[in-house]
């Protein structure tokens, strides 16, 4: 995730603008998924909305035969007018309360794709812009992290598709 987030932002090859044309979660994450298996090499497998014993569906999970739980990922779409308490809720109720509850399950990806917004999030008492949205959501994680025993690790990774617009000014 962290080298397709680099490509889009970065990359002279970037798909950003068309990837901006997808204004629907599920067609995002079906770009997602795509990039993931390119980059997989065979030591996971994707699957996109695979149902859990309760019929909920997480977004896309990754799965390694050598691993006992899918590392599952949950994607949101910032401009679809996430508040910050919403984006900490589903953090803490969806990924890790629903989809991290099985005992081997112990690390989950919250990924979030800026397209367009240019808005500011409250997160734990901090105001923060896209750029700070990561850190500030993973320190939100470390102070009910200790609720959740069997959870290893979170990773919230933000991808902004419109930073590759930016043009240096110095």
Not at 24 to 42: D, P, Q, W, Y
Not at 104 to 115: E, K, R
Request: net charge negative; with cysteine; hydrophobic share 35%.
């Amino acid at each position: 995730l962290n080298t397709i987030k680099d490509w889009v932002e970065n990359g002279n090859d970037s798909p950003w603008v068309t990837w901006q044309r997808a204004t629907e979660e599920n067609e995002v994450r079906t770009l997602i998924a795509a990039e993931l298996r390119k980059h997989s090499k065979g030591f996971y497998t994707i699957a996109e909305e695979p149902e859990l014993a309760n019929e909920q569906r997480m977004d896309i999970w990754l799965d390694n035969p050598s691993v006992s739980s899918p590392v599952p990922i949950e994607l949101k779409l910032l401009d679809k007018g996430w508040s910050g308490p919403k984006l900490c809720e589903r953090l803490r109720n969806q990924l890790v309360g629903d989809y991290l509850r099985e005992e081997t399950a112990g690390c989950g990806i919250f990924l979030l794709i800026s397209q367009k917004a240019t808005k500011k999030w409250d997160i734990n008492g901090k105001r923060v812009d896209v750029d700070g949205l990561a850190s500030a959501l993973k320190d939100y994680w470390k102070t009910i992290d200790d609720r959740y025993v069997g959870v290893e690790e979170i990773e919230v990774i933000v991808i902004d598709m419109k930073k590759r617009a930016l043009v240096c000014d110095t």
